[in-house]
């Protein structure tokens, strides 16, 4: 990842509503998913940020109003589910599955292809 993009990274990082260690950014067809992880030994997804092509501002999603059906630094798998309860203050209902530099999102029953960029070893 070049520096600029490390910057901006750092600095958008820094307005999550959680204290971020290790963040995994997904991208792609207008798409961005920052997938923020918390935790030493064990790490866990601590929540995720998300915004659309239409997308004024990103929305945030604690990790408590998602379920984390799979996450593994070490393999790079994630699977996160969210539905949205109906309220506007968050994303539309999506799913965010990922293995290796490759990630799939569904929002509103379709599917974009998303690159992946896993934070850490």
């Not at 923020?36 to 601590?46: E, I, L």
Request: glycine residues 8%; hydrophobic residues 40%; proline residues 8%.
């Amino acid at each position: 990842m070049n520096k600029l993009l490390q910057t901006a990274l750092l600095v958008t990082l820094s307005a999550l509503p959680v204290a971020a260690g290790p963040v995994h950014l997904f991208q792609g067809e207008g798409y961005t998913v920052r997938v923020a992880v918390q935790g030493d030994r064990s790490q866990y997804v601590s929540g995720v940020e998300f915004s659309g092509p239409k997308d004024a501002k990103p929305f945030f999603v604690d990790a408590a109003e998602c379920t984390t059906v799979t996450f593994d630094p070490a393999t790079r798998d994630l699977f996160i589910l969210f539905v949205n309860p109906g309220a506007p203050r968050y994303p539309p209902t999506f799913t965010l599955v990922a293995h290796g530099d490759k990630a799939t999102l569904t929002v509103h029953d379709r599917l974009f292809h998303l690159r992946a960029t896993w934070s850490g070893p």
